[in-house]
């Protein structure tokens, strides 16, 4: 029998552990913590690569959201359409820009449902946020159509979903503003907490560049209340050596994810994320694989005896399901879907032998 932990964490240390620790070496050597040239490549190399005009690194991919709705002007008494089924900081980050969330449905890629959007949008709605999730990037044609016809803001959190496209453009360069996470388990992730805003509004950015700084302008005075939100130049400078590396991990992910497809694309009773190749429009990088399953609770156990670990998102609920927020949604579809949603196994850690292992435990457990 295997040991096939969910996340191997690690892994993302040991698998180029002498260039972190030069990195990091090299980083307190100079006594250059906070804002330093480490932070300044990786900016620039996270420009490059998403063809941005302007990219910072902050805490968090949830001070990433709070500060990118700020800059957009959203607060007290604007209402903004986010999915239920994301974590909870997305809906967080509208509640403490000072708006209300208000949560929409989603549809069987898990992704926000644009009639659901539509039913929502009231004559409060400022703005729609897209949660790119599980590293898939939402038709966003209709969304933007929407968002046109009604005069509503973009403003999307990509913070699973790096390097996702579609129709060629990347994840987090629809709106007026796009938010990123660099949790050690996403797939760029640093060793700690980290995140990113991109935009291509410069006065978004000159709003960014004093929020994640306590308001602090060029001239070192403060224009304006801010945050303590920087990204330490540690976490820049190992996030700076994965991003050069990043498009072996991606091709590895869509492997992996296309050897899935390829052992349970015939099992009825698993309903499975699109495959690489479902949709040319749609380029996944496959942060997660999110999965609905028949008797959930129970393939879980059989996976867990067979020494495969899988996790339920969230704990198994959507941001509506927290009673104590006191939020509601019609999401019929998410509803229904968290009984039966888990997460298989999907790290650069796994080897395509690892995958055949997990499909052939769920295969018996189906009878197949």
């Not at 620039?44 to 709705?69: E, K, N, P």
């Not at 991109?198 to 709003?207: C, G, L």
């Not at 996790?311 to 509803?335: S, V």
Request: glycine residues 10%; proline residues 4%; negative net charge.
């Amino acid at each position: 029998m295997r040991n096939i932990p969910f996340f191997n964490y690690p892994h993302i240390f040991c698998e180029h552990d002498e260039a972190y620790c030069k990195a990091l070496t090299e980083t307190c050597r100079r006594g250059a913590y906070i804002m330093q040239q480490e932070l300044a490549e990786f900016e620039a190399a996270l420009r490059g690569y998403l063809g941005v005009q302007h990219a910072f690194g902050c805490a968090d991919g949830t001070m990433a959201l709070i500060m990118s709705l700020k800059a957009a002007g959203i607060g007290p008494g604007d209402e903004v359409v986010v999915p239920s089924h994301t974590f909870v900081a997305s809906a967080a980050a509208i509640h403490h820009a000072g708006a209300t969330p208000v949560l929409a449905d989603c549809g069987r890629d898990h992704l926000i449902d644009v009639g659901s959007v539509k039913r929502l949008i009231t004559p409060k709605t400022k703005a729609i946020m897209p949660v790119q999730l599980n590293g898939r990037t939402a038709n966003m044609d209709p969304i933007m159509s929407l968002a046109t016809e009604y005069g509503l803001l973009i403003v999307e959190d990509s913070c699973q979903a790096l390097g996702s496209k579609f129709r060629e453009r990347f994840a987090g360069t629809f709106g007026l503003a796009g938010a990123f996470s660099f949790y050690p388990s996403k797939t760029l992730g640093c060793f700690g907490d980290g995140g990113a805003v991109i935009t291509n509004d410069d006065a978004v950015a000159e709003q960014i560049r004093l929020l994640r700084d306590h308001g602090r302008g060029p001239d070192g005075k403060v224009w304006m209340f801010g945050f303590n939100s920087r990204l330490d130049n540690i976490q820049a400078g190992i996030l700076n050596l994965k991003l050069k590396r990043y498009h072996e991990a991606v091709r590895t992910r869509r492997s992996l994810a296309r050897r899935y497809h390829e052992h349970l694309g015939d099992v009825g009773q698993v309903l499975l994320p699109p495959g690489p190749e479902a949709d040319p429009q749609h380029f996944d990088i496959y942060q997660n694989f999110e999965i609905e399953a028949e008797r959930r609770d129970d393939l879980r156990a059989h996976l867990d005896k067979d020494g495969v670990k899988t996790i339920i998102q969230w704990g198994g609920f959507t941001i509506h399901q927290f009673e104590k927020l006191g939020l509601r949604a019609d999401a019929p579809y998410t509803e229904e879907m968290t009984k039966r949603f888990m997460l298989l196994p999907m790290n650069t850690a796994l080897s395509l032998d690892d995958v055949d292992y997990i499909c052939g435990s769920i295969r018996q457990f189906y009878g197949k």
